[in-house]
């Protein structure tokens, strides 16, 4: 055999053997890998590589080599999942940093973390004064997790007794300009009911880039002509108005009315109105 296509064919065979190891082993971002997973993913590499332009070496001692290797680190991750006192002692565990507001000046030194380096981690987390800092802790991958003190944190919803909607994830139910049943069948919606909404736009599916169905069920699109304008959904704001005009209709034949158990009726009905309005109003405006 000529030595390119030896050399073509250990390439290729290696490629599709690292994609399957990374298929099998990698779930998470380069980013967030701890040192060991870095280096197993690197040496696993490195065999394969090596073994597509070293003719001299028998494939027989690469597939060993890559089956210590490989069988090593999927070994490491299966038993990983299996026990927390394996994990821990393999990847190590998360260190307090700070606590109840103080720096933890030992365990800095014994994770070899400069001041420098904890305040630019803490900058990643958009705090920029130490005071602010309730509690962080260093996991084993070398990012840092921050707690903010109490008055610190930002508002919610909770806090104020507010009730919001519940957040519902959006379906794509149009890519490319081509239709996703799945994501329609998820909804409850046809083909049927996309296409006429679609209409109702102007639109028509092979013009579309993307669309989404957001929580409230409306659509919005995106075309492949940018220039074109598309026309934003206008169910919500029509359902506000509507139960605007009722109220406003209502207090109105309050006053035009001379009758005094009518006028209380008509004043009743506004009344709940406005009660109705009050309840829907978050689910209209967010």
């Not at 139910?173 to 239709?179: H, L, N, R, T």
């Not at 929580?215 to 206008?234: A, K, N, R, S, W």
Request: glycine share 6%; aromatic share 8%.
């Amino acid at each position: 055999m000529q030595g390119w296509i030896e050399v073509a064919l250990r390439s290729f065979v290696g490629f599709i053997l690292l994609i399957a190891i990374g298929r099998i082993f990698v779930r998470k971002p380069i980013g967030e890998t701890s040192q060991l997973e870095f280096g197993l993913i690197a040496a696993v590499s490195i065999i394969l590589a090596i073994g597509s332009i070293q003719l001299a070496i028998p494939i027989s001692y690469l597939l060993v080599a890559l089956l210590i290797w490989a069988g090593g680190t999927i070994g490491i991750a299966f038993f990983s999942l299996k026990n927390a006192s394996f994990r821990s002692t393999i990847f190590g565990k998360g260190i307090p940093i700070m606590k109840d507001g103080k720096i933890l000046e030992d365990n800095m030194k014994k994770h070899q973390l400069t001041t420098d380096e904890l305040l630019r981690k803490l900058r990643a987390k958009q705090v920029f004064q130490v005071a602010d800092v309730e509690f962080a802790v260093l996991e084993g991958n070398g990012e840092l997790n921050v707690l903010v003190k109490k008055e610190q944190q930002p508002l919610t919803a909770k806090m104020l007794h507010h009730h919001v909607p519940p957040v519902k994830e959006p379906e794509t139910v149009i890519m490319d300009g081509k239709i996703l049943h799945e994501p329609l069948a998820t909804r409850g919606l046809s083909q049927e009911w996309l296409k006429t909404e679609l209409k109702n736009m102007d639109a028509i599916v092979e013009n579309v880039f993307m669309a989404q169905i957001d929580e409230y069920g409306q659509l919005t699109i995106d075309l492949f002509d940018d220039i074109l304008q598309v026309p934003q959904p206008t169910e919500l704001p029509l359902l506000e108005a509507s139960i605007k005009k009722v109220n406003a209709d209502m207090e109105l034949f309050a006053l035009d009315t001379e009758n005094v158990q009518a006028k209380k009726t008509y004043k009743w009905c506004a009344e709940q109105m406005k009660q109705v309005h009050d309840m829907v109003s978050p689910f209209i405006k967010s």
